[in-house]
């Protein structure tokens, strides 16, 4: 059994009614919430239903399940019994099957993945971009000519315009806003709003939905929003089926995910809602509330029970972070943002706990000043490579705040011959080995055979998803064919037909994905030479140098082997694969996907601040910790503003969600672009402090005084603060910081 701390304990009490858990960075939420979970179904307090865990991402739903088994296997209970976890679309999906000819389109609709969804916004784009090129460019700057012009209208015509579309219509949506709603809405806007071009966007790409059938991921969250409101048998048997809701990531939670979890929560009134409001950095760029969870914790009707004590960090880092929550509140120089950072303060655990606080001899935390920011990348690369070399047992990261720094900072690793790692590429730039060129052959060999086929959606084709998920594809090949998932009829197998691990977002849109390349594959295999066939799969497996220089010499071994064997056809080849395998051995696959990312020590882990939540290193380096990256007034330069647009319209998502949240009364902002820039203000201020509590034992800031162009930079206000701070901690040590 577990050892659970102050703030634990009474969580862990727990046993009805609203709950709100403001937990702190490393307070061991998802362990007290799987013992929660256990001890609730071990008493049998969830009968006649479940316990439903809504969490964001897939690795914290196997996490979750892990956890949960772990605990019910340790009181002798069946590791499966009395509880789900889904994310946020699972579990849409999940309610959506209790109803589906509620969606009124035909039955072999589609839902989108995400390339889908961008092409089919692309095209709406272009068209309403071509039908009044005057209205578009108008918030452009005056008097440029030249390539100055041609380059800004480049950038905001084939780049930026359809982005932001693309961001405003998932904000639109999890506003709640059908189309009717849109329409209403645009007949009060003036035309030259960008929330005004939104809804037109937004209207043409729902008629183009709806002629073809068609549905989106947030679609299916405001569907399912609807059918719970409409319809009380649905309402009433879900609510029978969770009789306990848990919510993680709570301070990420958008209106529509509140309003689901609030409805399937009301009849018995059993909701506990986990978050961090300090580390809520999602809403600049995404339809997250942080308020949202703040206003539940603030309720009446809600008891509190905070989770102070974290084990993760020193004593040196905990009081850093606190300090940054302390100046934040009491000194940072624009008012209004001075509520960015609850004043919550993580405390140390207590002497005698099983895991104690880091602990470190001397001072371990500084900042350091480059003049450029190219020293900045290069210093910084440099560091890291001899801090690994020097403490090759410690985790390390470098945590950039864009990824252009990320990428310059991988170009300078990698010149240093450094061993490092970049969490978050592997779904842009998919690498694997010479062996996935094997698992694919096996298959294209015997295409029939469905054992050889699972070991190609496991390793290969859905390589970085849950292993839940890939067991489950076993229960389709048994209900259906596979030439029947493979070429359905209408050319869309049906959704309520697949697995409920497939009701995930990014699960589906893998799987989707996955058979469009299996079906290329299988064209390939029966109309290319064996050799050209190995050659156009290590080219769609993206192979790195090496591994493709291996691939070539297979293509090679394999024609020499069917100028030897003239009557041999694939499934021979396939068979003498194994044969080789010795010599391949030498080369790892270097798949890397956040859900399942793991630091090692001794390999530096390159990443952005925002990709780091949830994750730890003994070793933080954060970069770029400059007064452009992290700014601190209104009058301060931006990184999230347009260039080349005028001052009043350079940060068009910002500016029409405080456009559309005042048209809708939820705020009383007359100046939407002065609430946009306090918004990213504050949120800035989050991500310092997630970026802060990464660090278990050492970490340094950093920032530079001139950006590429030879612009002034310095560092953040922020930082300062956070430096003299350091200076004084210091000179207790006899260090210097």
């Known amino acids: 059994m577990i050892s659970l701390r102050p703030g634990q304990e009474e969580v862990a009490a727990y046993r009805g009614g609203l709950l709100a858990v403001p937990a702190v960075p490393g307070a061991g939420k998802t362990t007290v919430l799987a013992h929660l979970a256990s001890e609730l179904i071990a008493e049998e307090r969830t009968k006649p239903g479940k316990i439903l865990i809504v969490t964001a991402m897939n690795s914290a739903v196997a996490n979750f399940r892990s956890r949960i088994a772990a605990c019910l296997e340790e009181r002798g209970m069946a590791r499966n019994k009395g509880y789900e976890v889904k994310t946020l679309h699972s579990l849409a999906m999940a309610i959506l099957k209790e109803k589906p000819e509620f969606l009124l389109i035909n039955e072999g609709f589609q839902v989108l993945d995400e390339a889908a969804q961008t092409e089919i916004v692309r095209d709406v784009s272009a068209r309403w971009l071509s039908a009044d090129p005057k209205r ?22 084939e780049r930026d315009l359809p982005q932001f579309f693309k961001q405003a219509l998932n904000y639109i949506k999890t506003r709640g806003i059908d189309p009717a709603g849109a329409g209403e809405l645009l007949k009060r806007l003036d035309a030259g709003s960008y929330l005004a071009w939104s809804l037109e966007i937004y209207l043409e790409y729902a008629a183009v ?30 609510q029978q089926r969770w009789t306990y809701i848990f919510e993680d990531e709570a301070q990420d939670s958008n209106p529509l995910q509140e309003k689901i979890l609030h409805l399937l929560a009301s009849g018995r009134g059993n909701m506990v809602r986990v978050g961090d409001s300090n580390q809520a950095i999602l809403g600049t760029f995404t339809a997250a509330e942080p308020e949202i969870f703040r206003s539940f914790c603030g309720r009446e009707d809600v008891r509190l029970q905070e989770i102070l004590c974290s084990s993760r960090s020193t004593r040196q880092v905990i009081d850093l972070a606190n300090y940054l929550v302390q100046w934040t509140g009491r000194d940072h120089p624009e008012l209004k943002c001075r509520t960015a950072l609850e004043q919550q303060y993580i405390h140390p655990v207590a002497e005698g706990d099983p895991y104690p606080n880091p602990e470190v001899s001397g001072y371990t935390l500084a900042v350091k000043r480059y003049r450029s920011r190219d020293e900045e990348v290069s210093g910084i690369a440099r560091l890291a490579w001899r801090q690994v070399e020097k403490n090759p047992d410690y985790t390390l990261a470098i945590l950039v705040p864009t990824r252009m720094m990320q990428q310059e900072i991988s170009e300078k690793l990698r010149k240093l011959g450094a061993a490092f790692e970049e969490v978050g590429k592997a779904g842009e730039n998919r690498t694997g080995t010479v062996f996935d060129i094997k698992t694919v052959l096996d298959y294209l060999a015997q295409p029939h055979k469905v054992e050889y086929l699972m070991p190609l959606f496991e390793q290969v084709l859905l390589a970085g998803v849950t292993e839940e998920s890939t067991k489950s594809l076993a229960q389709l090949f048994e209900r259906y064919k596979l030439e029947e998932v493979l070429y359905p009829v209408g050319g869309v197998f049906p959704w309520l037909d697949l697995p409920d691990e497939f009701w995930q977002e990014d699960v589906y849109a893998s799987f989707v994905a996955a058979l469009a390349r299996l079906r290329e594959w299988l064209q390939a295999s029966v109309s290319l030479p064996p050799d050209d066939l190995v050659l156009l799969l290590a080219e769609d497996l993206g192979l790195a140098e090496e591994q493709m220089e291996i691939a070539n010499n297979l ?42 990312f793991t630091p090692r020590s001794g390999v530096i882990t390159l990443l952005t601040a925002h990709k780091a939540k949830g994750l730890e290193w003994d070793t933080v380096f954060v970069p770029g910790v400059t007064s452009g990256e992290y700014p601190a007034g209104t009058n301060d330069k931006f990184r999230s503003d347009l260039w080349y647009l005028q001052e009043d319209k350079r940060n068009p998502l910002a500016l029409m969600k405080a456009e559309l949240d005042f048209a809708l009364g939820r705020s009383p902002a007359a100046d939407p672009v002065e609430t946009a820039k306090l918004a990213e203000i504050s949120e800035r201020l989050r991500l310092l402090y997630v970026a802060l509590t990464r660090a278990r034992k050492n970490l340094l800031l950093s920032y530079h005084d001139l950006d590429a162009y030879d612009r002034k930079q310095g560092p953040a206000q922020a930082l300062l603060a956070l430096q003299n701070f350091m200076a004084g901690e210091a000179s207790k040590h006899g260090q210097q910081a």
């Open 136 to 157: 578009w460019q108008t918030p452009l700057k005056r008097n440029r000519e030249g390539s100055w012009q041609q380059r800004a209208l480049g950038s905001w015509h």
């Open 555 to 596: 293509a090679l071994l394999i024609r020499q082997r069917v100028g030897e064997n003239p009557a041999w056809k694939l499934i021979d080849i396939a068979r003498d694969l194994p044969r080789i395998e010795d010599s391949l051995k030498h080369f790892a696959r270097v798949v890397y996907d956040q859900r399942g």
């Open 209 to 238: 939905l709806r002629a073809q059938g068609l549905l989106d991921f947030d679609d299916l969250i405001a569907q399912a929003v609807r059918l719970l409101q409409e319809d009380e048998g649905v309402l009433g048997r879900l």
